[in-house]
């Protein structure tokens, strides 16, 4: 799962402001994601795991969360979804799991062959693919989920959201899952690493607060639907710029 919670670190590990942190050459998001920590997670169903970044700093991966079924803050995004939903960097499927339960329409995509068996066991639709591979159903997608702090993919939150736009049908939903800390506003590069030290491969990512996300929505023009927090977990409900298409004559 292409995917950073949102749980609250020390404070004195989080990281405020604008940042970027040279490294090594980074790795391709289908070797970071498939690295042994982060599939021996998933089997496991429990951690620890971690996101390290270049200089030491260590963020916590909500492993046990992610494989657990779907909980209050996950079933208030779904009751938020319309048409068929797209779940970018989907991990264990806990979400698409849901939908499929539900008698919903939904697709979970990620990096991680680890992940995509894992939502396939769990009664979920699952594909092997980045959310920048071509993908079913372009530009027909009535919602995309970037839950867990998937905003993060690729370390180029503009990229990502030019992308989702193309994925979206015109007017429609992206309910993205953001830092609980509001100024938050990095782009790094980053590792998956276990209790042991075992790393994964390098590679960008970013963590957005809510403000930040919106700065990059703005300028994209993407329109704001809705905010909450459920927790200290917060979200954000937009739609494209794109008006829906009017029906021939």
Do not use: K
């Not at 979804?81 to 806990?94: H, S």
């Not at 919903?104 to 693919?129: F, K, N, P, W, Y």
């Amino acid at each position: 799962m292409s995917a950073v919670p949102v749980r609250s670190v020390p404070a004195t590990a989080v990281s405020v402001g604008r940042q970027r942190t040279p490294g090594p050459p980074e790795a391709s998001p289908e070797r970071s994601w498939s690295a042994d920590p982060y599939s021996d997670a998933l089997r496991t169903g429990r951690g620890p795991l971690f996101l390290r970044r270049t200089d030491g700093w260590l963020l916590p991966l909500d492993v046990e969360r992610w494989c657990a079924p779907a909980d209050a803050a996950d079933l208030e995004v779904l009751e938020r979804c319309e048409g068929t939903v797209l779940d970018v960097g989907c991990g264990p499927g806990r979400l698409v799991a849901a939908l499929a339960a539900q008698g919903r329409r939904g697709l979970g995509i990620d990096v991680s062959e680890a992940a995509v068996a894992q939502t396939v066991r769990c009664g979920g639709q699952a594909l092997r693919r980045s959310v920048f591979d071509p993908l079913p159903g372009t530009g027909r997608w009535g919602t995309v989920l970037l839950m867990d702090g998937n905003i993060g993919i690729g370390g180029d939150p503009p990229a990502l959201l030019d992308r989702l736009a193309r994925l979206l049908a015109p007017g429609g939903l992206l309910i993205a899952e953001t830092a609980p800390q509001p100024d938050v506003d990095e782009h790094v590069l980053v590792q998956v690493t276990d209790a042991r030290g075992t790393p994964g491969p390098p590679f960008r990512w970013a963590r957005l607060g809510t403000p930040a996300l919106l700065r990059h929505t703005d300028r994209a023009g993407w329109h704001t639907d809705a905010r909450w927090s459920t927790g200290d977990r917060c979200f954000v409900a937009l739609r494209t710029g794109r008006p829906p298409a009017r029906p021939a004559h």
